[in-house]
């Protein structure tokens, strides 16, 4: 028997990576609940022991030596405790081993389904703690289906399922079950059933990942990303900067004849993304930041108290358009990007101005 559950445990360590030790633990909680079941032990804990070397379970009940025995599950007379301890005396305890095999039918089904449930257990950390291993990278997960009435992606990573709504699947056309899609993790945590997963396709740090992987430079450090700004499925802005004068940030990101930042934006489903040089100097980097728009000159506006910091920036006349971009968005990221109230002036001045 001791053989058999030992080769059971080995089997189950090997084919699904729950340790032995953990097994052990599940086995003797089962069997220190069967047995409190059995004798009606309702604040005395049973002494359960599996040695997972030799496979041998033990259990003991402690009881109180007493002259006349009334509740048999927790005294014993004299006259057995001293079979048991020579040393024994009334007022003292003595342990007393029992046999397992005289646990009946529903006290060993009970013990199989604590033992069922620890096996589960096992599985659902296991995979948790290995899913955790990818927070904050992006993963290939693939369409397992599409609910046609609200458009949310339910996605299966791994053993698990999670699901994208249609606010963050920005969808790629065509897409259907079977295919795979890019994810970035955001978070695991163990579920009652399965660990659950929240992921996202919007956020910034997915185009961040994506950058790094497509980008050689910012995996060697050499250009890093300082900032991103993102409006998802529409247009981000993402500022770069290069820890080598002979690396230019912005020309490595785009790659030759804007190879690099193509496939960037295929996976984004054409996504349009303004990649600017990253400058210490705020005023530099608000004109950097207003890309396409060329600016002529800026500067910083006192702040004022409970404020945000403000960066007037001036543009030709003939790019005010372009410097606000459709709907505010260029000027919009811009902000975002900078961290600056961005005012934009045409170099005419304004209408009634000195």
Same mark, same amino acid.
Request: a negative charge.
């Given at each position: 028997?001791? =053989?058999? #559950? +030992?080769?059971?445990?080995?089997?189950?360590?090997?084919?699904? @990576?729950?340790? *032995?030790?953990?097994?052990?633990?599940?086995?003797?909680?089962?069997?220190?609940?069967? %047995?409190?079941?059995?004798?009606?032990?309702?604040?005395?804990?049973?002494?359960?022991?599996? !040695?997972?070397?030799?496979?041998?379970?033990?259990?003991? *009940?402690?009881? &109180?030596?007493?002259?006349?025995?009334?509740? &048999?599950?927790?005294?014993? !007379?004299?006259?057995?405790?001293?079979?048991?301890?020579?040393?024994?005396?009334?007022?003292?305890?003595?342990?007393?081993? +029992?046999?397992?095999?005289?646990?009946?039918?529903?006290?060993?089904?009970?013990?199989?389904?604590? *033992?069922?449930?620890?096996?589960?257990?096992?599985?659902?950390? #296991?995979?948790?703690?290995?899913?955790?291993?990818?927070?904050?990278?992006?993963?290939?997960?693939?369409?397992?289906?599409?609910?046609?009435?609200?458009?949310?992606?339910?996605?299966?990573?791994?053993? %698990?399922?999670?699901?994208?709504?249609?606010?963050? =699947?920005?969808?790629?056309?065509?897409?259907?079950?079977?295919?795979?899609?890019?994810?970035?993790?955001?978070?695991?945590?163990? @579920?009652?059933?399965?660990?659950?997963?929240?992921?996202?396709?919007?956020?910034?740090?997915?185009?961040?990942?994506?950058?790094?992987?497509?980008?050689?430079?910012?995996?060697?450090?050499?250009?890093?990303?300082? &900032?991103?700004?993102?409006?998802?499925?529409?247009? &981000?802005?993402?500022?770069?900067?290069?820890?080598?004068?002979?690396?230019?940030?912005?020309?490595? %990101?785009?790659?030759?004849?804007?190879?690099?930042?193509?496939?960037?934006?295929?996976?984004?489903?054409?996504?349009?993304?303004?990649?600017?040089?990253?400058?210490?100097?705020?005023?530099?980097?608000?004109?950097?930041?207003?890309?396409?728009?060329?600016?002529?000159?800026?500067?910083?506006?006192?702040?004022?108290?409970?404020?945000?910091?403000?960066? %007037?920036?001036?543009?030709? !006349?003939?790019?005010?358009?372009?410097?606000?971009?459709?709907?505010?968005?260029?000027?919009? +990221?811009?902000?975002? +990007?900078?961290?600056?109230?961005? !005012?934009?002036?045409?170099?005419?001045?304004?209408?009634?101005?000195?």
């Amino acid at each position: 028997m001791s =053989n058999d #559950l +030992l080769n059971a445990l080995s089997a189950l360590n090997k084919d699904k @990576g729950i340790s *032995i030790d953990y097994m052990a633990e599940k086995i003797a909680r089962a069997v220190s609940v069967t %047995c409190k079941n059995m004798y009606n032990l309702e604040d005395d804990e049973p002494l359960v022991n599996f !040695d997972i070397n030799t496979g041998e379970l033990t259990v003991k *009940i402690v009881k &109180s030596v007493v002259e006349s025995v009334e509740i &048999s599950a927790l005294q014993i !007379d004299l006259s057995e405790a001293k079979n048991i301890d020579p040393e024994a005396e009334i007022g003292g305890t003595v342990e007393v081993s +029992l046999d397992t095999k005289q646990f009946g039918r529903i006290a060993a089904q009970t013990a199989r389904n604590i *033992i069922r449930q620890g096996i589960h257990d096992g599985e659902r950390e #296991l995979i948790t703690k290995r899913l955790q291993g990818y927070e904050g990278e992006i993963v290939s997960s693939q369409v397992a289906r599409i609910n046609p009435r609200t458009g949310a992606i339910v996605l299966r990573i791994g053993e %698990c399922e999670t699901s994208l709504p249609r606010s963050e =699947n920005n969808l790629v056309p065509g897409i259907k079950e079977g295919d795979y899609l890019k994810v970035y993790i955001i978070r695991v945590g163990a @579920g009652e059933r399965s660990p659950w997963i929240s992921v996202s396709r919007s956020c910034p740090e997915f185009l961040k990942k994506l950058f790094e992987t497509e980008i050689p430079e910012i995996l060697d450090g050499v250009v890093s990303i300082k &900032s991103i700004a993102r409006e998802a499925c529409s247009r &981000s802005k993402i500022a770069v900067d290069s820890s080598d004068s002979a690396v230019d940030p912005v020309g490595a %990101c785009i790659g030759s004849h804007g190879s690099r930042i193509k496939e960037i934006a295929k996976e984004l489903g054409d996504e349009r993304i303004d990649i600017v040089r990253y400058y210490e100097d705020l005023e530099q980097f608000a004109e950097s930041a207003i890309s396409p728009a060329k600016a002529v000159s800026s500067a910083l506006l006192p702040k004022k108290e409970g404020e945000q910091l403000s960066c %007037c920036v001036t543009v030709p !006349d003939n790019q005010i358009s372009l410097a606000i971009g459709s709907k505010g968005q260029n000027v919009r +990221l811009a902000s975002k +990007l900078t961290g600056l109230k961005i !005012d934009l002036r045409p170099e005419s001045g304004y209408y009634g101005e000195e």
